[in-house]
DNA sequence: TTAATTTGTCTATTTATCTAGACAACTAGA
DNA sequence: TCTAGTTGTCTAGATAAATAGACAAATTAA
């Protein structure tokens, strides 16, 4: 007997899906990658064996699951990306190996004055021209990733048209003159994802963002990068790198 | 014009309500620290003033808003904990300052056989005496994290009894002559809360879980402790440590 | 006081979700 | 082939969510 809640604003059958996928990420149905059968699960969540039809039809739809008739209805293996944080993180290198194709694009570029929070993040007094740019990640065809970002305009003003050009953030900043940067700060959160995010990440209401709220800077401190990246909970995980803070000894 | 999306699954109302918490945390209401009228919100989600007076009436009841007739709906400041993250992860210390009141009860505690994942994090062979250990912790009085936590049970048999009079890990590992320990790794994901993890935490369904799978080791590199926490996500975030690799340089 | 604007409450109706049951279609094993 | 167990489809009815409109009650400012 599992709990499902009655007017929670969540639909019986989007409980019931939520907690079969999370029983498939525990590895519960690993011994035989089978579902059980409709009535075993409409016993198992005390509702009708119509409301876990619909459950499981939303988790065929999101790939979750395959449902043959007459036999059962079979896991489709589901693993997360690790996305490797540190002091080095890089987005492409961090999935290397990970996924077949790894793609990029710019969805939108304009010069903004910086808010209060940019102005701090980057060094800058408010109301500094910054250049702000949204990127969509694409792994495999599926969206990964939303990330707004944000660079100082006086010292980067024509950084979106070199991004057309030269296709990562590193080598823009390259033909910059910056050959390298470290993050210096990383801040977590989880939300309900946004309209927008929800649109550019193909995701349905109620989805899961994992917000990185991220600082990088030139070896010497000075901020290069102030950046907020949504992506899909369920498709991928944050690894962070606790380094040897004296690597030599 | 925001976008609601019907048959979702999600009511209407949750929606909204979502969609309103998320707007408020970016700040978009600070000038006035008012929401809208029920009417404008109505136009700006095209739905009837009703459900906009579900989803406000949900966000009354969480705390988020303060509805007074005759003067309009007020927001009730929302700030979210930081916990910061790294090599040096101290659960009460991390906290400390940010609230008035922290505490942790012990809600389980059990010796059982290493799974395959516990014995790995642990390197103990599969099947080893572990001592499986679920926490909550609790901030000004609202849950704010549940953490299974396992140890190895020959090394620490009588874990869970310490840590009844100890009251926190690193007093109950000091007990056992372990003076010092360090987070070697931390991985970070986003799920829909569990059902125990709703009820342990007071969430609603559809909340969600930021989930930290952790392990700590003695200096010397020796697994001391696995543990994967769920934090409520709309009641903190993670700040990461992104420490000097060489600090004396 | 008055008017305008706000939230609160009530009734009625429509639409979506959930329940209930029956039976068809398909699969695997006896 | 037969049977038991599975998913697929249909009908009907009950419950919950959303819409629509009217008016009350409280607040604010003119």
Do not use: C
């Amino acid at each position: 007997m599992e709990f499902v809640e009655r007017r929670s604003g969540i639909s019986l059958w989007r409980q019931i899906a939520d907690q079969i996928r999370i029983a498939i990420s525990n590895g519960e149905f690993s011994d035989t990658d089978m579902l059980p059968g409709e009535l075993a699960l409409a016993k198992r969540f005390e509702v009708n064996r119509h409301t876990v039809r619909s459950a499981i039809a939303s988790l065929a739809r999101e790939g979750v699951v395959r449902v043959e008739q007459g036999r059962g209805t079979f896991i489709a293996g589901h693993q997360r990306l690790h996305y490797p944080i540190g002091r080095r993180t890089r987005f492409s290198a961090g999935l290397a190996g990970q996924t077949r194709t790894l793609s990029g694009s710019l969805k939108e570029s304009r010069m903004e004055t910086a808010s209060a929070q940019v102005a701090q993040a980057l060094a800058l007094d408010p109301g500094a021209p910054v250049v702000r740019l949204v990127r969509v990640s694409t792994a495999d065809d599926v969206p990964l990733s939303r990330a707004i970002s944000w660079f100082d305009g006086t010292r980067f003003p024509d950084f979106a048209e070199r991004l057309a050009k030269q296709r990562s953030i590193t080598a823009v900043l390259k033909s910059f003159g910056i050959d390298d940067y470290v993050r210096i700060s990383t801040r977590i959160s989880a939300h309900h994802a946004d309209p927008q995010t929800l649109e550019d990440l193909r995701l349905s209401p109620g989805a899961i963002a994992l917000r990185t709220e991220a600082i990088n800077a030139e070896v010497g401190g000075r901020r290069v990068e102030y950046s907020n990246t949504y992506f899909a909970a369920d498709r991928i995980e944050l690894d962070i790198d606790h380094e040897t803070p004296s690597t030599g000894l």
